[in-house]
């Protein structure tokens, strides 16, 4: 459908329309051209604003984080009212995240960008880790030295599951009579019980 904006929003214009192309035919489903007639505008006009197609999806992601953040942030709260409470919160952020925003989750996990040729779109990216690194540490914390894992490691365990949960069972690739949250909170009981962290009848 046309869209017709003004050149005044245009650049966020564009990263709408990005978002409902991404949605509907993968990040790497679409040309800049399809966007700039998405947007009802010319391609040179796009050019003002974006140098290609990589760098339209960049800032798709570049939001994407932020905003990613702002619900891990919020979703720790300081690791209130627990570490462990927190900790479980912060992997029911990452797929409400997923859920709600599918376009901005997949810009900025499923497009292949190069984080390190994008500075600020790594910065944001994180902001969002250093919540879930914080998280880890806080719950890792209440075992002996001798028997915590690193918090960086730890974290990146529960990331990988949460992001296999949206990627296996969150976009009806396969079926599962449970929720994905019950997935992964499943999931995250069996590998925090590994680690001594939970009793087993918990």
Known sequence: MKKGYHHGNLRQALVDVALELI?????????????????????????RHFAGREDLIAEVARQG?????????????????????????????????????????????????????????????LRAKAVQDMAAAGLAAQLPEDRRPPAA??????????????????????????????????GIGIYLRGLGLLSPDR
């Open 65 to 125: 984080f932020d905003i990613f953040a702002a619900l891990m942030e919020f979703a720790y709260s300081g690791g209130k009212p627990s570490p462990l409470a927190a900790f479980e919160a912060t992997g029911r952020a990452y797929l409400a995240f997923a859920r709600k925003y599918p376009g901005h989750y997949m810009a900025m996990f499923e497009s292949g960008l190069n984080l390190g040729a994008r500075p600020q779109v790594a910065e944001v990216a």
């Open 23 to 47: 949605a509907a035919q993968g990040p790497n489903g679409f040309t800049l051209s399809e966007a700039a007639k998405t947007a009802d505008v010319t391609p040179a006009a796009v050019y």
């Open 153 to 186: 490691m730890f974290s990146a365990h529960v990331w990988a599951m949460s992001h296999g949960v949206v990627e296996q069972f969150m976009r009806g690739m396969n079926k599962s009579p449970f929720s994905p949250e019950d997935l992964l909170e499943t």
